[in-house]
């Protein structure tokens, strides 16, 4: 007979998803009731306020998008590009590449920023860019690219793009919640991010926030979005009171207890609050990490305090190592990605993961595997 199925209990410190809070879980489990029902419209609402706070935003189009962070990556693109638009796309690592697939799926023309993965976005080449594309429509970029562990300059990227007229779309995936993201401060036009990754939510739903310049453009389209389930004009109508809560799709009411849960305990916490944890907690790694005769691969300026990249010593068994952490110690860190396969380790301290036990049972665990490595080779 089939078993219900028992989790092994992982300590996540991966890129994501990473650990839940028994709070947020249980919030998960507590009765569905109707994605129309009255007291889901008040969730919804407290919800939508608590994303703004998170987000540092005023912006009246603020939700979750029903899906992970690739569906509101996506619905940034096809709401924001019409064929035939021209888009500056910064690309320092994977998501910057998946940006760029999205103007071109979009219709869109993608001019590319190139920048060494494991450094930030360099606005000088931005600048450039715009001043050789003067018709650029759009700038999009990655605040925190999760495949290096770099942090890029939102507010002078930002600053460049409006400067010539240009929006912004920006990819917060792994910064919300984890390094300050100012969206109305910085004028940011479109933002999305994803609830598995510092808001500690398990995967599944994407925040996303729009400002006036954003839905300005979105209501001056001459085409249609050619994504039925991402176009916001529809979505803005169950999402929206004033959009009278029509029927869009259903809503996946206990995915969105769980991330009210997981927003109510960051309020709870205090946004700055929560920022300064994930730094100690990186500080607490990174001298471990040393310690450990390891080197990190970002500068110093440009770490994201919640994706740790170290580079992965000479003669060490890559996904052997992994693996006798996932066997032995139940501990999961993420691998390299793309050009970075095999070359570096993704430690991630997003949410609850940014934890000094967890920082210190990582140390442990990765010396312990390491030390039976390098006995093992010699
Ligand atoms: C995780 C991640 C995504 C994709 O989110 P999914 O929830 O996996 O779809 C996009 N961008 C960045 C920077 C990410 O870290």
Redesign the pocket.
Known sequence: MYQPFTPPPRRLMG??PTMVHPRVLAASARPTIGHLDPAFAGLMDETKALLQHAFRTGNALTMPVSA????G?EMCFVNLVEPGDKVIVCVNGV?GG?MKENVERSGGVAVVVEDPWGAPVDPAKVAEALDRHPDTKVVAF?H???STGALSDARAITDLAHRQGALVIV?A??SLAGVPLLVDEWQLDAVYS?S??CLSCM?GL?PVTFGAAALEKIRSRGSRVQSWFLDLSLVMGYWDSAGGRSYHHTAPVNAIYALHEALVMLHEEGLENAWQRHRDCHERLVKGLQDLGLEMLVEESARLPQLNAVRIPEGVDDAGLRRELLAKHDLEIGAGLGELSGKIWRIGLMGEAARPENVDYCLAALKSVLGNQLTAAA
């Open positions: 890129p994501g992970p962070g690739s569906a990556m998501f998946r990655v925190a690219e999760t990819d995936v792994t994803g598995q990754k995967p994407s």
